[in-house]
């Protein structure tokens, strides 16, 4: 979880690797007009986020349901939307890719992506901090990718020799 631009694909796909388990991109479940509105500069509400929440919730189900362990990269930004995606999995564990304003305004003003740089306020707007009944850790973008993919793994309680 965490706000546009934090890493989670990049970091959710070498933590998947080294849990052998399969990637699920959340951004690929977006309906259709959930990605145009984005990409026109507009935030999404509650109702736009539901269908995609539930369409990463059942993917999740699915790979559960044919014993595959899955990671998956979901801006996940409020306690309810989280709500939503540990139904059945009260254990499901968020790690809270973090950093600040002004390195994710250069990082996504750098990349070619639907998310314009002008949504990263809506999106701190929107952001709500684990809470500590919920299963997960923070992570600080501090040193770089292998500092943060290292931080995720011990949070997880993964030996990385
Ligand atoms: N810890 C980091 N240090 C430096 N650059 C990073 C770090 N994490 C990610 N990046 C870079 O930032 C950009 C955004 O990363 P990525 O797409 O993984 O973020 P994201 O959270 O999945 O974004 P979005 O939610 O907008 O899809 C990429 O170019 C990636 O290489
Ligand atoms: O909840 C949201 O507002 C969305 O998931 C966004 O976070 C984007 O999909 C993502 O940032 C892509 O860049």
Request: glycine content about 8%; aromatic content about 6%; charged content about 25%.
């Amino acid at each position: 979880m965490g706000v546009s631009g934090t890493g989670k694909t990049t970091v959710g796909k070498r933590v998947a690797r080294k849990l052998h388990a399969s990637f699920v991109e959340g951004d690929t479940l977006h309906p259709k007009a959930n990605i145009d509105k984005m990409s026109a500069g507009h935030p999404l509400t509650d109702e736009d986020r539901a269908p995609w929440l539930a369409a990463i919730a059942a993917e999740i189900r699915r790979l559960d349901q044919d014993g595959v362990a899955s990671v998956t990269a979901c801006s996940a930004l409020r306690v309810t939307y989280r709500d939503k995606l540990r139904t059945g999995y009260p254990e499901l564990f968020f790690l809270h890719l973090q950093a600040d304003y002004d390195t994710l305004l250069a990082r996504m003003t750098r990349r070619k992506h639907f998310m314009p740089p002008s949504l990263l306020h809506s999106q701190f707007d929107t952001l709500e901090d684990l809470e500590p009944r919920e299963h997960g850790a923070g992570i600080a973008d501090v040193d770089g990718i292998d500092t943060v993919v290292a931080a995720a793994l011990t949070a997880l309680g993964v030996r990385r020799d």
